[in-house]
């Protein structure tokens, strides 16, 4: 079993609505979440972070945290086709230090 | 720089030939890292360096692996004599806070535009 968990996608949302990007961890331990946001042949980039239980809002980005449920999701508010792109869900693993990734979730935002 | 730079951005390789990928990381990062992103898959973690230390190299996949950090600024990933498996985009970033097994989080990890290895 990996320790970061995605669905692979693709989701496909129409432009407007609400997509909903969610992921598991296996690690009980885990205390920082990250979501990074990756255009095809570009690089990752961070969108937000979350330490705590509960919701975290930035602009149309809200990150959602259950440690109990070791998920974290990742909402996107009236999706743009601009929103198109894979998002990388991140867990930061005490033992070590180093950020493991999970498989990315690719979103279409249709027109 | 400004960012995360590194090189080469292509390199297409015979099997069995050895590579060398360099990574510029952001002036005074003193945390550094190496992912490889097969097409379609998340970066899987390679290693990390704290400074010019090496704390980290449990996700190296084999031997012929290597990478350095000897002045705790520019990295060299290296793979020796390569096989057809190791055709990926590989990942550095960086990151102004160290990396500890104590804290909460790492810090925000910047990345550089990842070079494309293609083994023939």
């Known amino acids: 079993q990996k320790e970061v968990e995605q669905n692979s996608g693709p989701l496909s949302v129409p432009e407007g609505a609400i997509a909903s990007l969610n992921c598991t961890y296996s690690?009980?331990?885990?205390?920082?979440f990250f979501w990074y946001r990756q255009y095809s042949g570009k690089s990752p980039e961070l969108i937000m972070f979350?330490?705590?239980?509960g919701d975290k809002e930035d602009g149309r980005f809200t990150a959602q945290l259950n440690k109990a449920s070791q998920y974290v999701s990742l909402l996107i508010r009236d999706s743009q086709p601009s929103d198109s792109a894979t998002y990388l869900c991140a867990v930061y693993y005490n033992q070590g230090g180093k950020l493991i990734f999970g498989q990315g979730t690719e979103l279409s935002v249709k027109p | 720089g400004a960012g995360v730079s590194q090189s080469p951005r292509y390199k297409v390789a015979k099997r069995g030939q050895d590579v060398a990928l360099r990574c510029d990381p952001i002036?005074?990062?003193?945390?550094l890292f190496w992912y490889q992103q097969a097409l379609g898959q998340g970066p899987e973690f390679l290693t990390y360096?704290?400074?010019?230390?090496?704390?980290?190299k449990s996700g190296l996949p084999s031997d012929r692996f290597f990478a350095e950090r000897p002045e705790g600024s520019v990295s060299t990933l290296k793979i020796q004599r390569t096989q057809q498996e190791d055709s990926a985009v590989y990942l550095c970033?960086?990151?102004?806070?160290?990396?500890?097994?104590?804290?909460?989080?790492?810090?925000?990890?910047?990345f550089g535009e990842g070079s494309r290895l293609t083994v023939l």
């Open positions: 690690d009980r331990g885990s205390q920082s």
């Open positions: 979350i330490y705590s239980n």
């Open positions: 002036s005074g990062h003193v945390s």
């Open positions: 970033a960086s990151s102004l806070v160290p990396s500890t097994s104590t804290g909460i989080g790492t810090g925000e990890l910047f």
């Open positions: 360096f704290q400074n010019e230390a090496q704390l980290d």
